[in-house]
C-alpha cells in the first residue's frame, strides 16, 4: 500500500501560484496548470469542493522526488485530456447542484464562463507548427476565450448592483478586478519566468563564447607551438607557461599591464625568467599588498637569487615561497643545483653582496644565504612592513 501511495505523489512545480500542487498534478497530468486551477476555483464555489480536493492533492505532493511524471504529449491529446478534465469538473458540479452544494445559477453560470473562458485561452500552447489554419484556430479561441471571460465578468458585476453603478459597488469592482488579475495572473507569470530563463541562455551563450574565445587564444595555440617543436625542453617551458597562464584564468588571478601587486610582480618575475633563461620556476605567494618600496626592494632581491640561480646553478627548477603578513615580508628561494662556497665569491662580484643582501639591509631587513657545494643553495629575505 505504501509503495503505491508513494508512487501516487508528485512533485510539486516551481511555477506556483500557491504551493505548486496544480502545476505539478497538470505536468503529471500533461495539461495546461491553469486549466486545473480554474477547475479548482470553479469548484471552491460548490461548498468548499476545489479547496478540499486541493488538500488532498497537496497531501499527495511532495517537494522531493517523485513519481514519473508524464512525457510530452501531442496537441491533440493534451486538447482531449483538458476536456476530459472539464467534463469531470462538470460532473461533480452536477452532483454539487443535486444535493444542494449550490450557491445558485446566477453565481454559478458566470463564473463557469470565466473559469471555460480562462482555460480555453491558456490551453492554446505553443507546441503545434505555425500554420495559416493553426494560426486561425488559434485566433478563433482566444476570441472565444475573452468573450466567455468578459460575459461572466459583466454577469457579475451586474449581481453585485447593475455596471451603472460600478463606481458605488465596492463588490462589481472587485469582481472586475478579481476576474482580470486571474486571467493576467498567470501570463505575467509566464513572461517573467520567459524572460528569467532567456536571460539565462544569453548568459551561458556569453560565458561559453568567452570560454571558447580564450581557449582558442591560449591553449590550442601552445599545443600548435608544442606539435612543431622537437625539442623537448622547449615543449616543457611551453607548457609550463601554459599552464601558468590557465590556472591564474581559471582562479581570476590574471594581472593585465603592470603588476601593482605583490603578488602580480613575482608571477611576472617567474614568466620572465622562465622564457629568458628556460628554467623552470615555481613560485607560491601567500597573501598580497601593493606594490610600495618594501614589497619592489623584495621582489628585485627575489629575481636575482632566481637569476643566478638559473645562470650558476645548473638545476632544472627554482622554488619560490613568498609571504605577506602583517608584520614583514618573507622570501624563500631555493635549487638544487651544484651548489658553491661563499668564501669563494670574489670581492668584486657584487651580484649577492649589493642586489641582494645589501638591498635588504638598507631597509632594516635580513637576507641569509645558505649553500652547500653539491647541495644546492638557498636565499631567505625578510623585510619589515612599514606601520599604517
Not at 613560485?283 to 621582489?299: M, T
Not at 637569487?305 to 632544472?316: Q, S
Request: aromatic letters at 4%; proline letters at 4%; glycine letters at 10%.
Amino acid at each position: 500500500m505504501r509503495r503505491v501511495v508513494d508512487r501516487l505523489r508528485v512533485q510539486r512545480s516551481s511555477d506556483r501560484l500557491l504551493a505548486g500542487v496544480a502545476s505539478g498534478w497538470a505536468a503529471r497530468w500533461g495539461v495546461e496548470p491553469t486549466v486545473v486551477r480554474a477547475a479548482v476555483g470553479l469548484l471552491t464555489l460548490a461548498g468548499g469542493l476545489g479547496v478540499v480536493i486541493y488538500v488532498g492533492a497537496a497531501a499527495l505532493s511532495t517537494d522531493g522526488p517523485a513519481g514519473p511524471a508524464s512525457p510530452p504529449l501531442p496537441q491533440r491529446d493534451r486538447w482531449r485530456r483538458e476536456l476530459a478534465l472539464g467534463f469531470a469538473t462538470a460532473a461533480l458540479l452536477v452532483v454539487c447542484r443535486t444535493i444542494g452544494l449550490w450557491p445558485g445559477d446566477g453565481i454559478m453560470v458566470p463564473a463557469a464562463a470565466i473559469a471555460l473562458g480562462i482555460s480555453i485561452v491558456w490551453s492554446l500552447g505553443g507546441r503545434s507548427r505555425p500554420t495559416i489554419s493553426g494560426s486561425v484556430v488559434r485566433l478563433v479561441r482566444v476570441v472565444v476565450g475573452v468573450v466567455l471571460l468578459g460575459a461572466g465578468v459583466v454577469s457579475l458585476a451586474n449581481r453585485t448592483g447593475g455596471l451603472a453603478g460600478v463606481g458605488a459597488s465596492a463588490g462589481a469592482i472587485a469582481v472586475v478586478i478579481g476576474g482580470l488579475a486571474v486571467f493576467a495572473a498567470p501570463m505575467l507569470g509566464r513572461l517573467l519566468r520567459r524572460l528569467d530563463d532567456e536571460r539565462a541562455a544569453r548568459i551561458r551563450e556569453d560565458e561559453r563564447a568567452m570560454l571558447a574565445a580564450h581557449l582558442h587564444d591560449s591553449v590550442l595555440q601552445s599545443l600548435v607551438l608544442m606539435q612543431r617543436t622537437s625539442d623537448a625542453r622547449r615543449m616543457a617551458t611551453i607548457a609550463r607557461r601554459q599552464e601558468r597562464e590557465l590556472r591564474a584564468w581559471l582562479y581570476g588571478t590574471t594581472h593585465d599591464g603592470e603588476p601593482t601587486s605583490l603578488h602580480a610582480a613575482i608571477d611576472a618575475l617567474a614568466v620572465a625568467i622562465e622564457a629568458d633563461h628556460d628554467i623552470r620556476v615555481e613560485a607560491v605567494v601567500v597573501g598580497d599588498q601593493p606594490l610600495d618600496n618594501a614589497a619592489r626592494a623584495l621582489v628585485a632581491a627575489v629575481r636575482e637569487a632566481v637569476v643566478n640561480a638559473a645562470r650558476h646553478a645548473d638545476a632544472e627548477r627554482v622554488d619560490v615561497f613568498v609571504e605577506a603578513d602583517d608584520t614583514e615580508l618573507m622570501a624563500f628561494v631555493r635549487d638544487t643545483g651544484r651548489g658553491f662556497d661563499p668564501a669563494d665569491v670574489a670581492g668584486d662580484r657584487r651580484g649577492i653582496s649589493e642586489s641582494i643582501v645589501g638591498r635588504i639591509q638598507r631597509l632594516g631587513g635580513k637576507a641569509l644565504l645558505t649553500s652547500i657545494p653539491g647541495a644546492g643553495t638557498e636565499v631567505e629575505l625578510r623585510v619589515p612592513r612599514p606601520r599604517r
